[in-house]
């Protein structure tokens, strides 16, 4: 491809709100243009990029036998309510009514559209196990886009959904799917990526997991151990805790505590430490139920553990009259005095572990000291760990510190049990000649926001780094004074012969001065840079440089394609992965 001709140009300024690297280059770069917030359009270089990413992960698809299909980008109301999601997902969902009045959807994802495909072809447990992926447009209505790629409203998203006769069947395919996300990661360059314990949020099912690039500008937090290899997001994060259980259970006793209501006020009053509190943190959930949520007083409430145990899609802090309506004294409010047959009490771990605590005593001014849970309350709760995980505290596998991270997901994988099958009648013939429910996986990657991701793990102060196997060209050959006959003749022949030998070469034929076309070339990023210039040529030379850095070489024009076809081999070697 010749300069002069691709459609994008180069950008010397970034838009104003483009904070993060990978917005930044993306845009700058003439990798693609925003058109309204959280929806972009791809121009020649990104798709290219693009296109090879979707490649890739074609090829680990085929390879653990899934089976490409296309589902739709519009669905019917009736779809989505067989799963119950019509109603039950929020405003994220765009809903809208077609020209008969009938109430369709953009899909967000798309397990109703992939269940309804599969249960008119798959009968028998012959057919089993079996997946089905695609590569799609989806929409979802995000509130807050942002970091341009990464956080969306439409994107291209690869999904695939896997079926099976029973758990087990599940997990080893499972296995599988996770063993070929690593590959993809890896074929695609990204060194920094973990795998973490995940939430499964609205797609429900019991275990999940997810893809993280490590990165300071990651949305979601990361609990690691460097030592054992833990990892989980915070959202479902585990740790060791030191617990100290009195010998003695001491007598309940009320103190009075004038207008001390926080822990580190009530603490400093009574000399006491925060880990001899418990105290009480509540939210509002779905149909405006009241959790009450009693830990230990140093410790943090994790939202998401609440959302999870409460089995509540969302949640909010409840306000004062609200805590009041169930008997409890803002700033001083206890499990005991309180009028609780309303609300969904959770009991953290800590409290269970601890004891002779100071807590409130549902009377303004006042707290207890010496409260034991087990001894003292005989009201409903559950027992849970809400708390979030913090650094510095221990590895629940190994007790080793752990350490927080930050990190961009990248995919997610899900056992999805029969939370479709079973809600929109998905069955098969097993080998008893007994109809069952069909047992589903469920496994994304984003494409779009893989694509921002390899910026900001591959980048330097003057723009991407693209790794060889998705690179939008293999080489960039520049030309300095392109429009001297004898410099244009050798340039025109150079590129001719890098084409025929199958080598994707990108020509700067503008005849700009140097600076301005390397200040592109870095902002293109592009691995391998071949530069002519009269000099070169009289040398019967070219220069040639990595994109990455060091220092420039020169080799003879004629070994051009033996020397770049070594240099290519040497970059694939990097993200080639052994079978």
């Not at 309510?81 to 109430?103: A, I, M, N, Q, W």
């Not at 899909?107 to 249960?119: D, F, S, W, Y």
Request: charged residues 30%.
């Amino acid at each position: 491809m010749r300069m002069t001709k691709m459609v994008g140009k180069r950008l010397k300024e970034a838009p104003s709100d483009a904070v993060v690297i990978s917005h930044q280059y993306t845009i700058r770069g003439g990798f693609a243009r925003q058109v309204a917030a959280g929806i972009y359009s791809i121009l020649p270089l990104g798709k290219r990029i693009i296109q090879k990413i979707e490649n890739i992960i074609r090829q680990e698809m085929d390879l653990i036998e899934g089976q490409e299909v296309t589902l739709p980008v519009v669905m019917p109301r009736e779809l989505w309510e067989e799963s119950g999601r019509f109603t039950s997902v929020g405003p994220e969902l765009l809903r809208f009514k077609d020209r008969t009045e009938k109430d369709m959807l953009l899909g967000m994802t798309h397990e109703e559209a992939v269940v309804h495909l599969a249960r008119s072809e798959i009968f028998s447990y012959k057919q089993l196990p079996c997946m089905l992926y695609q590569i799609q447009t989806k929409f979802r209505d995000e509130a807050r886009s942002r970091a341009g790629l990464i956080r969306v409203r439409e994107f291209t998203m690869k999904d695939a959904y896997s079926f099976h006769r029973n758990q087990a069947d599940l997990e080893e395919y499972y296995e599988k799917c996770l063993n070929s996300y690593s590959k993809i990661f890896k074929r695609v360059g990204l060194k920094n990526v973990v795998i973490v314990k995940a939430d499964s949020g609205m797609m429900g099912g019991a275990i999940s997991h997810e893809f993280m690039l490590e990165t300071p500008i990651g949305e979601d937090t990361l609990v690691l151990c460097k030592k054992c290899g833990y990892s989980a997001n915070r959202e479902v994060a585990a740790c060791k805790r030191d617990y100290v259980k009195p010998e003695t259970l001491l007598p309940l006793t009320e103190v009075e505590t004038p207008n001390f209501k926080t822990i580190d006020e009530v603490t400093g009053f009574l000399n006491k430490k925060p880990t001899e509190t418990g105290k009480a943190v509540f939210f509002v959930g779905d149909n405006n139920r009241l959790i009450f949520v009693l830990i230990r007083g140093d410790l943090d409430v994790e939202e998401s553990k609440v959302k999870k145990i409460a089995l509540s899609k969302d949640l909010r802090p409840a306000l004062d009259d609200e805590i009041k309506s169930i008997g409890c004294e803002p700033g001083f409010a206890g499990l005991l005095g309180s009028g609780l047959k309303d609300a969904f009490v959770i009991v953290d771990e800590s409290i269970l572990q601890s004891g002779n605590l100071v807590v409130g005593a549902n009377k303004k001014d006042y707290h207890y000291l010496n409260y034991n849970l087990k001894r003292d309350y005989t009201g409903k709760f559950k027992v849970a760990d809400v708390a979030t995980v913090k650094e510095g505290e221990k590895c629940v596998e190994c007790n080793h510190t752990l350490v927080i991270s930050r990190g961009i997901e990248i995919g997610n994988i899900f056992q999805l049990g029969v939370k479709y099958s079973s809600s929109m009648k998905f069955k098969f013939l097993d080998n008893d000649q007994k109809e069952k429910e069909t047992i589903m996986g469920c496994y994304g990657i984003g494409v779009g926001r893989l694509f921002a991701s390899v910026i900001e793990d591959s980048h330097d102060e003057f723009g991407p780094i693209w790794p060889i196997s998705i690179a939008p060209y293999q080489v960039q050959l520049n030309v300095l004074n392109y429009k001297k006959e004898d410099v244009k003749k050798v340039a025109d022949e150079l590129y001719e012969t890098l084409k025929n030998e199958n080598i994707e070469v990108l020509f700067d034929d503008r005849d700009e001065k140097a600076g301005f076309q390397f200040k592109d070339a870095d902002l293109m990023g592009i691995p391998l840079r071949i530069i002519l210039s009269p000099k070169t040529i009289e040398d019967g030379e070219v220069e040639f440089k990595w994109r990455k850095g060091g220092d420039s070489i020169r080799f003879k024009i004629d070994q051009v394609c033996t020397e770049i076809k070594a240099k290519i081999k040497e970059l694939e070697a990097e993200v080639t992965v052994k079978a």
